[in-house]
């Protein structure tokens, strides 16, 4: 199907998992265009040979390495069955094993281009999580290499399928635009926010040195404060114009006209964290935002505020888009 939207899923045998994929499942079996591929990488058994087993024949410990993966395999069963039985279109589902996996991050990566995969998912904790934890470290490993596709963390404890778009005045900023109508906009009853907060002076784009080297000359000042308020408006209008351009998609696209929205505001605490405060507010469960911004920075996986929406952000599906 040429518009088939093929979504790799990271699972495992924790509970977590299990209710990351259902709630998934839920938000996307309305749309025949959706394809989940379930992934499982079991660990190598030999890492983790159990003590009865230290010193044994080679025959018992093949014996153990075909148990071992029987019961790794049955992960993917289990996670398959259970989105069948909550509804989802088993034609739509297909599975993938990998034995002695031991970065699924990595080999998750691999499989990208052989299965045609547009979007990379899995839950925001794992099994082997503590509790401590903020995030499962298989997630944030894959968060930080993942930076050429699209990336959900999912957290099935929050409910809400209500959309907000983080928008800045970069091209960044149209490609998620067009992710969210691909992705999202099967969600007619959902609210859809696009939102941007103002970054403080200097805007984006204005050289630093010319405020470093102003001398105390009203003229010169004066020069400087014009380039900073044409600067200003530059930017914004460009946010504007590619959440009007996001409207008329969504609109297109089957979304009533009073569900959307756009919200611009001036920064108060930080752009995270205003970001997250509209977030908290709002209710949404959906935050769809551009890996990174301006700096595009390539030795990091993530720009700084998505990295820190990635640790503090508690919504159902947090979208990291490319």
């Known amino acids: 199907m040429k518009n088939e939207k093929n979504i790799l899923f990271a699972v495992d045998s924790s509970d977590f998992s299990k209710q990351a994929l259902l709630k998934t499942g839920d938000l996307l079996k309305s749309n025949n265009t959706f394809r989940l591929v379930l992934f499982h990488g079991a660990a190598d058994p030999n890492a983790i040979l159990p003590p009865e087993l230290i010193g044994k024949d080679a025959r018992a410990i093949e014996a153990h390495q075909v148990i071992w993966n029987l019961e790794a395999r049955k992960v993917l069963d289990n996670a398959r069955e259970a989105l069948i039985a909550a509804g989802f279109n088993p034609e739509r589902i297909a599975t993938i094993f990998k034995e002695k996996c031991n970065d699924p991050a990595v080999s998750m990566m691999n499989l990208v281009a052989a299965e045609a995969i547009e979007t990379l998912a899995l839950g925001r904790w794992g099994k082997s999580s503590v509790s401590r934890q903020i995030i499962g470290s298989n997630t944030y490993h894959l968060a930080q290499l993942a930076d050429n596709m699209p990336l959900w963390v999912i957290d099935p404890r929050i409910c809400s399928n209500d959309v907000l778009v983080g928008l800045v005045g970069a091209p960044i900023s149209q490609r998620v635009v067009d992710y969210t109508v691909r992705y999202f906009s099967h969600l007619k009853d959902s609210r859809f926010t696009l939102f941007h907060v103002i970054p403080p002076l200097p805007p984006h784009g204005l050289d630093s040195v010319d405020i470093v080297n102003i001398e105390t000359n009203e003229d010169q000042q004066k020069i400087l404060w014009e380039k900073i308020v044409f600067h200003l408006k530059d930017y914004t209008d460009k946010v ?25 505001q001036s920064q108060k605490a930080g752009i995270a964290r205003d970001i997250l405060k509209e977030l908290e507010e709002g209710n949404h469960g959906i935050l769809v935002i551009g890996r990174r911004g301006f700096k595009d920075i390539k030795e990091f996986g993530l720009g700084s505020k998505a990295s820190k929406l990635l640790i503090k952000a508690r919504v159902f599906n947090l979208c990291l888009v490319n």
């Open 240 to 264: 504007k114009e590619i959440a009007e351009d996001g409207r008329e998609k969504l609109i297109k696209a089957g979304i009533p006209e009073e569900n959307i929205f756009l919200k611009i």
